[in-house]
């Protein structure tokens, strides 16, 4: 108490002047002068700042239940959209169960795609084989060869898993090819030379095909991703005249620098076609 007093006693002066500073300011507030309308403004201004700060806080530490929210809603709309698949005559899409029905009006499917949300936990761009690591393992169901896709387009493909993590090799990767198209069904590969991780290309395109700037590429039904999954636009063709063939260069869609979240895509129908294929390929070797 003795001390509070001193303190009252030092600075009395100081302390009469900011309050007579604030009683002043209070009541030039309260009149509907021109400074009274300056200073409930400034006011207001300094208390929406604050508010605006305390928002931009709370928002960024709810970021990660935001997005794990906004994937778990993407998952259920893919679902829905494969349900519906299956009243359609044809659907193909990147997103559903592709089918098709025969004479007799049966539904026969070549895929079912399950849709695995996974975080990015480790990118490499600079690498010649570059590869993703995954906070999903076996025990989330994660296997090798499912195909990994972001809301962007296609990715890369698991290569390895243990009981909580899994790594995939990145479309970004000279021994990683993909099966492409364009939208007319031209087939191809889509490879990357090593060099520069803004730019794929797809080989081998004949010459007669006409692609023009801005084209999307897409995947293939042959390859370890769902059909129709965008891998990269048009910007640029090279014709190779001996071959009468083109190159096309690609703009990937995903941008794979900043990379945070992805899918993991299960195809429960791709051991049984695996089996089939391989036994296939022996009997040709017999």
């Given at each position: 108490?003795?001390?509070?007093?001193?303190?009252?006693?030092?600075?009395?002066?100081?302390?009469?002047?900011?309050?007579?500073?604030?009683?002043?300011?209070?009541?030039?507030?309260?009149?509907?002068?021109?400074?009274?309308?300056?200073?409930?403004?400034?006011?207001?201004?300094?208390?929406?700042?604050?508010?605006?700060?305390?928002?931009?806080?709370?928002?960024?530490?709810?970021?990660?239940?935001?997005?794990?929210?906004?994937?778990?809603?993407?998952?259920?709309?893919?679902?829905?959209?494969?349900?519906?698949?299956?009243?359609?005559?044809?659907?193909?899409?990147?997103?559903?169960?592709?089918?098709?029905?025969?004479?007799?009006?049966?539904?026969?499917?070549?895929?079912?795609?399950?849709?695995?949300?996974?975080?990015?936990?480790?990118?490499?761009?600079?690498?010649?084989?570059?590869?993703?690591?995954?906070?999903?393992?076996?025990?989330?169901?994660?296997?090798?060869?499912?195909?990994?896709?972001?809301?962007?387009?296609?990715?890369?493909?698991?290569?390895?898993?243990?009981?909580?993590?899994?790594?995939?090799?990145?479309?970004?990767?000279?021994?990683?090819?993909?099966?492409?198209?364009?939208?007319?069904?031209?087939?191809?590969?889509?490879?990357?030379?090593?060099?520069?991780?803004?730019?794929?290309?797809?080989?081998?395109?004949?010459?007669?095909?006409?692609?023009?700037?801005?084209?999307?590429?897409?995947?293939?039904?042959?390859?370890?991703?769902?059909?129709?999954?965008?891998?990269?636009?048009?910007?640029?063709?090279?014709?190779i005249k001996s071959?009468?063939?083109?190159?096309?260069?690609?703009?990937?869609t995903a941008n794979?620098?900043?990379?945070?979240?992805?899918?993991?895509?299960?195809?429960?129908?791709?051991?049984?076609?695996?089996?089939?294929?391989?036994?296939?390929?022996?009997?040709?070797?017999?």
């Amino acid at each position: 108490m003795r001390n509070f007093i001193l303190f009252i006693r030092r600075f009395f002066n100081l302390i009469l002047f900011l309050l007579l500073e604030v009683i002043c300011i209070v009541l030039i507030a309260r009149t509907q002068t021109v400074q009274g309308d300056d200073i409930m403004s400034s006011a207001n201004l300094l208390i929406g700042n604050m508010y605006k700060q305390r928002n931009d806080v709370a928002y960024y530490f709810a970021l990660r239940r935001m997005n794990d929210s906004l994937l778990r809603e993407n998952i259920e709309l893919r679902k829905r959209l494969t349900a519906q698949a299956e009243t359609d005559v044809i659907y193909d899409s990147a997103a559903t169960v592709p089918v098709s029905y025969t004479d007799s009006g049966k539904v026969v499917k070549y895929a079912d795609y399950t849709y695995r949300t996974a975080r990015v936990i480790n990118n490499s761009v600079g690498n010649v084989n570059n590869y993703i690591t995954l906070n999903r393992g076996e025990k989330d169901g994660v296997k090798k060869d499912m195909a990994v896709i972001s809301a962007n387009g296609a990715i890369g493909r698991v290569v390895n898993t243990s009981a909580h993590f899994a790594t995939a090799i990145s479309v970004l990767s000279k021994k990683q090819q993909v099966s492409a198209k364009l939208k007319d069904g031209t087939v191809g590969y889509v490879s990357w030379d090593g060099k520069d991780p803004s730019q794929l290309m797809m080989r081998d395109v004949p010459t007669q095909i006409k692609v023009r700037k801005g084209d999307t590429v897409f995947t293939t039904e042959y390859s370890f991703f769902p059909a129709n999954i965008r891998i990269g636009t048009v910007y640029k063709t090279t014709l190779i005249k001996s071959k009468n063939l083109q190159v096309l260069y690609l703009r990937p869609t995903a941008n794979f620098r900043n990379l945070q979240y992805v899918y993991i895509v299960e195809n429960k129908m791709s051991a049984e076609r695996r089996r089939l294929e391989e036994a296939a390929k022996k009997d040709d070797d017999k």
